[in-house]
């Protein structure tokens, strides 16, 4: 072996290491201090790339990221949107079949989401949002607001079914609203919600729509309103 | 909510599942991080990458692939997000190190300047490091994970390791001048 053979062995990583690497360090001490000088820089690079990981375990990312059990049970409503599907397309009715199909499956990830990030749900109500980061997070959605939609207490992006979407949590005076900006989310029409004490409603906007959910009817329906006639997708 | 309800139907297929990525999770977590620069972001992709594994667990049939075959589909989820979003989106919350995560063990000043140093490195130079002195991987694996050739990624570590060496120094020095 020789040292550029030595080098491209130790720089190759672990499996590298073999009897010929060893003699070659015995015999070149240049090389034996390449070897070592990796060896310390790995050292050193070990606990700085170790960040500290959520203490989450696979269970919790996948119930996370699935519908909660007591909305999974949709399977009788499933079976019978099935039905009604298969006797649309029976009489020829090729109409909306994407939109008539798609609200479940957002109404679940919207909830799944909701659910995802507890925190969110139980923010301070004297909680607010630094308006350069609710500025900086709906510029990068895309998103610009045309009238005012109250005062936010959370601002985030998120990854929701493959897109990075605003988040925002508004606070109201009967607790907090959920809003997802969702403008590559299409729907037909608007879609409610009322499971597992959560009240809200997706809402068709343009291209778009956005997600309104909260505990309580009223606020919720009022946080709806202000952000139907804000949003504006064309930013 | 380890016991939570899509998870425990099926006993088995769970625990099959705990076994492929339940030691992999936390480093999958660190890959994704080191990806995006993005704790949350990061954590959406694994979500998205384990939810992949649970659907198509029946198809792992190779124990010995799921590590390689998670990484692939991480990376692949993070692409994804990134080609259909553009690269703009990093300009959000994702430029700066978390502070409490530039301390851990050790010598504070040493890891709080080195963790700043690997987060400020190119992506392309940052992936391969951590695929090899985290995950293990040799360079031929690296060069089969990013489809690069070997010659490339030796490259890549090898400018890496430079560019993280050049800014130890500049933080010695600068550390030697202020104590």
């Known amino acids: 072996m020789n040292c550029l053979e030595f080098r491209k062995a130790v720089a190759s990583g672990p499996a590298g290491a073999t009897p010929d690497i060893a003699e070659h360090a015995v015999d070149c001490p240049l090389c034996a201090k390449y070897a070592a000088d990796i060896d310390a820089l790995n050292a050193r690079l070990t606990p700085s790339l170790s960040v500290p990981a959520p203490d989450r375990t696979p269970a919790d990312y996948i119930s996370d990221g699935q519908t909660p059990l007591t909305i999974e049970p949709v399977a009788a409503p499933r079976r019978w949107y099935a039905l009604a599907a298969s006797l649309v397309a ?146 | 909510m380890s016991d939570a309800p899509v998870y425990s139907g099926d006993k088995a297929r769970s625990a099959r599942f705990n076994l492929l990525v339940g030691a992999l999770a936390p480093d999958l977590f660190r890959y994704a991080f080191w990806l995006c620069r993005d704790r949350h972001v990061a954590e959406d992709l694994v979500q998205e990458t384990l939810l992949r594994a649970w659907r198509s667990l029946d198809r792992l049939n190779d124990e010995a692939a799921a590590k390689p075959w998670l990484i692939t589909t991480l990376r692949r989820e993070n692409a994804r997000l990134y080609e259909r979003k553009r690269l703009e989106m990093v300009q959000i919350d994702v430029q700066t190190l978390p502070d409490e995560w530039a301390q851990g063990p050790g010598p504070a000043d040493d890891l709080d300047d080195l963790r700043a140093s690997i987060f400020a490195l190119e992506a392309d130079y940052r992936e391969p490091l951590f695929l090899q002195v985290i995950m293990g991987y040799t360079t031929a694996e690296i060069a089969g994970l990013m489809e690069l050739s070997q010659a490339a990624v030796l490259t890549r570590l090898f400018r890496a390791r430079n560019q993280l060496r050049d800014s130890m120094k500049d933080s010695n020095i600068a550390r030697d001048a202020v104590g």
């Open chain 1, 90 to 235: 029976a009489l020829g009715l090729a109409v909306g079949w994407r939109a008539f199909l798609m609200p479940d499956s957002l109404r679940e990830a919207v909830i799944a989401h909701v659910y995802h990030e507890p925190n969110l749900l139980i923010l301070p109500s004297d909680a607010r949002a630094d308006q350069a980061q609710v500025f900086k997070v709906l510029k990068s959605s895309h998103v610009s607001l045309n009238d005012d939609i109250g005062e936010v207490a959370h601002a985030g992006l998120c990854l929701f079914r493959g897109n990075l979407v605003a988040h925002l949590v508004v606070s109201t005076g009967n607790g907090s609203v959920t809003v997802l900006l969702l403008p590559d989310e299409k729907v037909g029409e608007a879609t409610s919600i009322n499971e597992e004490g959560f009240v809200g409603t997706i809402v068709p906007i343009g291209k778009g729509s956005i997600a309104v959910i909260g505990e309580e009817a009223e606020s919720t329906k009022s946080v709806e309103n202000r952000f139907v006639h804000a949003v504006d997708w064309s930013a």
